[in-house]
T-cell receptor, first 115, second 113 residues
Framework: DVKVTQSSRYLVKRTGEKVFLECVQD?????MFWYRQDPGLGLRLIYF???????EKGDIPEGYSVSREKKERFSLILESASTNQTSMYLC??????????????FGAGTRLSVL | DQQVKQNSPSLSVQEGRISILNCDYT??????FLWYKKYPAEGPTFLIS?????DKNEDGRFTVFLNKSAKHLSLHIVPSQPGDSAVYFC????????????FGTGTRLTVIP
């Protein structure tokens, strides 16, 4: 079974704080992704990584950065949290193999509130 | 611009009846389509997928139909059960790239006992 673990289920931060969201996977997957989920907007891709130290911008990278120093860990960083970053954040992994039909496996999510 | 669309935000169905969730897409280069199910306070879980070279894929109570000419796919759940109540996301992937998924906005299914 693929296990994707997000370090916190709930976080409350203040405007302007630097926020770290951690994601760890145990399946040796090459690809890792960060999404945010908002009502009526579905899942929107923030950043993804297909290798250690590699990162690519998704659809909404503004206000975020990422770090992938080890294959199993992908961190999302909010440099200066703002209230419009209050959301559910979801980490996902995938093998990158066409045989895997592009299936991604998700963590349980981190609900972040920025006050 | 949203390349994958789910135009029905919610759907209610009686237990035992069929649930039909719809999804439309705009990009003819998508090669795989996936459905995910999401319960509150949990991450999405993969449900079923279909390749663009097929028009139907079945797995137990779940069947996905693909109509490439109409750029439309649907998920059928028969018979619907109360445990199926969740938000369902349609997603699509491109033939090239780092297997990014493009998600729809989701449909909340409520199965009434």
């Amino acid at each position: 079974d693929v296990k994707v673990t997000q370090s916190s289920r709930y976080l409350v931060k203040r405007t302007g704080e630097k926020v770290f969201l951690e994601c760890v996977q145990d399946m040796d997957h090459e690809n890792m992704f960060w999404y945010r989920q908002d009502p009526g907007l579905g899942l929107r891709l923030i950043y993804f990584s297909y290798d250690v130290k590699m990162k690519e911008k998704g659809d909404i990278p503004e206000g975020y950065s990422v770090s992938r120093e080890k294959k199993e860990r992908f961190s999302l960083i909010l440099e200066s949290a703002s209230t419009n970053q209050t959301s559910m954040y979801l980490c996902a992994t995938g093998t990158g193999s066409p045989l895997a039909k592009n299936i991604q496996y998700f963590g349980a999510g981190t609900r972040l509130s920025v006050l | 611009d949203q390349q994958v669309k789910q135009n029905s935000p919610s759907l209610s169905v009686q237990e035992g009846r069929i649930s039909i969730l719809n999804c439309d897409y705009t990009n003819s280069m998508f090669d795989y389509f996936l459905w995910y199910k999401k319960y509150p306070a949990e991450g999405p879980t993969f449900l079923i997928s279909i390749s663009s070279i097929k028009d139907k894929n079945e797995d137990g109570r779940f069947t996905v139909f693909l109509n490439k000419s109409a750029k439309h796919l649907s998920l059928h759940i028969v018979p619907s059960q109360p445990g199926d109540s969740a938000v369902y996301f349609c997603a699509a992937s491109l033939q090239t790239g780092a297997n990014n998924l493009f998600f729809g906005t989701g449909t909340r299914l409520t199965v009434i006992p």
